[in-house]
C-alpha cells in the first residue's frame, strides 16, 4: 500500500475491516456484521465484486429530504467490537453511524503510549467525548480521565464501554454537560489537566440555543481550553469532521494559542482506514496533534 506523511493510518484492526468503497458508499465489516454506509468521500464508480455488497446485514439509505433509515436484515441489536486491549459496544444508530469511529484508532495508540512513557500521573479531559472510547483508551494507558458530553445517553454509552474493557474502577468522572461551560466553571475551580481531548461538532447548539459553528467557534474554544492546562501538559489532540476544512487549519489554530506560552509544536494529518479491495486508503476527517 502506498501511503505518505500526510496520513494517519488506523491498520491495527483485526474486528473492523473496511473492505470497499465506491459511489458514494462503503462495504464494512464490523466483527461479523457486515454493513453498507454512505461515505461523501467515496465518489468514484469502480465495480462492486465483493459478494458482501449484495449480502450485508443492513444499509443505511440516505433520504432525499434528508437524515435516512437502516434497511436491516438479520443483524444483532448490540455486539460488541475489539480493538487490541479495549472492548466497545456498537450498534446501528441514527445518521448512519454505530457510536464508534474505526480511524480514530490511530489516535488512541498514540495517546496511549503518549501516557504509558510520560513517567508522571497524567489527567485527561476529554471533550465531546460521545461513547468513550477515547476515554477507555486513555484509562486504560492508566491516566485519570473527566469524561464530558453533553448527551446523557452517549455518556451512559460510554460507561458501557469501560466495563467492557475492565476499567469501570479507573479514576474517572462521568459529566453531562455543555463543553464550554464545564471548562468555564473548571478554571473557576482551578482544576488542571495535563492533557485535552476534543472532538468538537460541525454544527450545534448550545443548553440556550447558543448556535455552536466549528470555523466560527474552534479558535475560541481552544483558547478557552488553555486555562486548564497545567504547568506542565503533555498533549492536546483536536478531531475535526467538518468538510472542507484543512488539517493545516488545526494546526495553525493550536499553535496560535499555546505556542509562546508552552512551546511545542503541532502536526496535522487526515485520518484514514486502509481499503482492502483496492489498497488504497479513505480519508475519514482531520486530527491535529500537539505535543508539548
Same mark, same amino acid.
Given at each position: 500500500?502506498?501511503?505518505?506523511?500526510?496520513?494517519?493510518?488506523?491498520?491495527?484492526?483485526?474486528?473492523?475491516?473496511?473492505?470497499?468503497?465506491? #459511489? $458514494?458508499?462503503?462495504?464494512?465489516?464490523?466483527?461479523?456484521?457486515?454493513?453498507? #454506509?454512505?461515505?461523501?468521500?467515496?465518489?468514484?464508480?469502480?465495480?462492486?465484486?465483493?459478494?458482501?455488497?449484495?449480502?450485508?446485514?443492513?444499509?443505511?439509505? #440516505?433520504?432525499?429530504?434528508?437524515?435516512?433509515?437502516?434497511?436491516?436484515?438479520?443483524?444483532? @441489536?448490540?455486539?460488541?467490537?475489539?480493538?487490541?486491549?479495549?472492548?466497545?459496544?456498537?450498534?446501528?444508530?441514527?445518521?448512519?453511524? !454505530?457510536?464508534?469511529?474505526?480511524?480514530?484508532?490511530?489516535?488512541?495508540?498514540? =495517546?496511549?503510549?503518549?501516557?504509558?512513557?510520560?513517567?508522571?500521573?497524567?489527567?485527561?479531559?476529554?471533550?465531546?467525548?460521545?461513547?468513550?472510547?477515547?476515554?477507555?483508551?486513555?484509562?486504560?494507558?492508566?491516566?485519570?480521565?473527566?469524561?464530558?458530553?453533553? =448527551?446523557?445517553?452517549?455518556? &451512559?454509552? &460510554?460507561?458501557?464501554? &469501560?466495563?467492557? %474493557?475492565?476499567?469501570?474502577?479507573?479514576?474517572?468522572?462521568?459529566?453531562?454537560?455543555?463543553?464550554?461551560?464545564?471548562? /468555564?466553571? /473548571?478554571?473557576?475551580? $482551578?482544576?488542571?489537566?495535563?492533557?485535552?481531548?476534543?472532538?468538537?461538532?460541525?454544527?450545534?447548539?448550545?443548553?440556550?440555543?447558543?448556535?455552536?459553528?466549528? @470555523?466560527?467557534?474552534?479558535?475560541?474554544?481552544?483558547?478557552?481550553?488553555? $486555562?486548564?492546562?497545567?504547568?506542565?501538559?503533555?498533549?492536546?489532540?483536536?478531531?475535526?469532521? !467538518? !468538510?472542507?476544512?484543512?488539517?493545516?487549519?488545526?494546526?495553525?489554530? !493550536?499553535? %496560535?494559542?499555546?505556542?509562546?506560552?508552552?512551546?511545542?509544536?503541532?502536526?496535522?494529518?487526515?485520518?484514514?482506514?486502509?481499503?482492502?479491495?483496492?489498497?488504497?486508503?479513505?480519508?475519514?476527517?482531520? %486530527?491535529?496533534?500537539?505535543?508539548?
Amino acid at each position: 500500500m502506498k501511503t505518505d506523511n500526510c496520513m494517519w493510518i488506523a491498520d491495527g484492526w483485526r474486528d473492523y475491516e473496511l473492505i470497499d468503497c465506491s #459511489r $458514494g458508499e462503503k462495504l464494512e465489516r464490523w466483527g461479523d456484521v457486515y454493513l453498507v #454506509r454512505p461515505d461523501p468521500q467515496a465518489i468514484w464508480d469502480t465495480p462492486r465484486t465483493n459478494p458482501h455488497w449484495k449480502t450485508r446485514n443492513a444499509r443505511y439509505i #440516505r433520504s432525499e429530504s434528508g437524515g435516512g433509515s437502516w434497511e436491516k436484515g438479520s443483524i444483532p @441489536e448490540v455486539w460488541e467490537m475489539r480493538y487490541q486491549e479495549l472492548r466497545f459496544r456498537v450498534k446501528p444508530m441514527n445518521f448512519k453511524h !454505530t457510536g464508534l469511529f474505526p480511524e480514530q484508532a490511530a489516535n488512541w495508540d498514540w =495517546a496511549m503510549e503518549k501516557i504509558r512513557s510520560a513517567g508522571r500521573p497524567v489527567r485527561v479531559l476529554n471533550l465531546f467525548a460521545y461513547t468513550g472510547a477515547a476515554t477507555v483508551a486513555c484509562l486504560k494507558a492508566g491516566a485519570e480521565v473527566c469524561h464530558v458530553d453533553a =448527551a446523557k445517553g452517549m455518556v &451512559a454509552w &460510554a460507561k458501557e464501554n &469501560a466495563a467492557a %474493557s475492565g476499567v469501570s474502577a479507573a479514576p474517572v468522572r462521568w459529566i453531562v454537560d455543555d463543553c464550554a461551560k464545564f471548562v /468555564e466553571r /473548571e478554571i473557576r475551580r $482551578g482544576r488542571r489537566y495535563d492533557a485535552i481531548i476534543m472532538d468538537p461538532p460541525s454544527y450545534g447548539r448550545g443548553p440556550g440555543g447558543e448556535i455552536w459553528k466549528l @470555523e466560527q467557534n474552534l479558535w475560541p474554544f481552544v483558547s478557552l481550553c488553555a $486555562g486548564v492546562l497545567s504547568d506542565t501538559p503533555l498533549f492536546l489532540l483536536v478531531n475535526s469532521y !467538518t !468538510t472542507g476544512l484543512s488539517a493545516s487549519v488545526l494546526s495553525y489554530v !493550536t499553535e %496560535s494559542v499555546f505556542q509562546k506560552r508552552y512551546g511545542g509544536e503541532a502536526e496535522s494529518r487526515e485520518l484514514c482506514l486502509p481499503v482492502t479491495e483496492s489498497g488504497l486508503c479513505l480519508p475519514c476527517g482531520a %486530527s491535529c496533534r500537539y505535543e508539548f
